[in-house]
């Protein structure tokens, strides 16, 4: 499975992204998902998890109700949704795949990765 993120880019804080994470060579109906980020000298974090049904979600605390995530199974694609964006979210945001009954957490439930996309938050 390849994955691709879209939909970073700069906006100004309050604003808001939605992130696009499609994939090819497999389906991802069965699989979790979640998307990352790192920022500068940071390590890796989730930020949010979606199970490969779409039932249960996780987030990290930083972004609890500012950030949805979520799939459209049928179109193979995963989607972040971010509003209320703040400087301390500038990262560059990865979307992962993990052959993981139910929610994948920590990193190393997943075997799938993208290529980053950057976002820039402004004050």
């Known amino acids: 499975v390849q994955l691709q993120a879209s939909g970073g880019g700069l906006v100004q804080a309050g604003g808001s992204l939605r992130l696009s994470c499609a994939a090819s060579?497999?389906?991802?109906?069965?699989?979790?998902m979640g998307w990352f980020r790192q920022a500068p000298g940071m390590e890796r974090e989730l930020v949010a998890a979606?199970?490969?049904?779409?039932?249960?979600?996780d987030y990290a605390f930083a972004v609890k109700g500012r950030f949805t995530i979520s799939r459209d199974n049928a179109k193979n694609t995963v989607y972040l949704q971010m509003n209320s964006l703040k400087p301390e979210d500038t990262a560059v945001y990865y979307c992962?795949?993990?052959?993981?009954?139910?929610?994948?957490?920590?990193?190393?439930?997943?075997?799938?990765w993208g290529q980053g996309t950057q976002v820039t938050v402004s004050s």
């Open positions: 060579g497999g389906t991802i109906s069965t699989y979790a």
């Open positions: 979606i199970s490969w049904g779409g039932a249960s979600t």
């Open positions: 992962a795949a993990g052959e993981t009954y139910g929610l994948a957490v920590v990193s190393n439930e997943y075997d799938y």
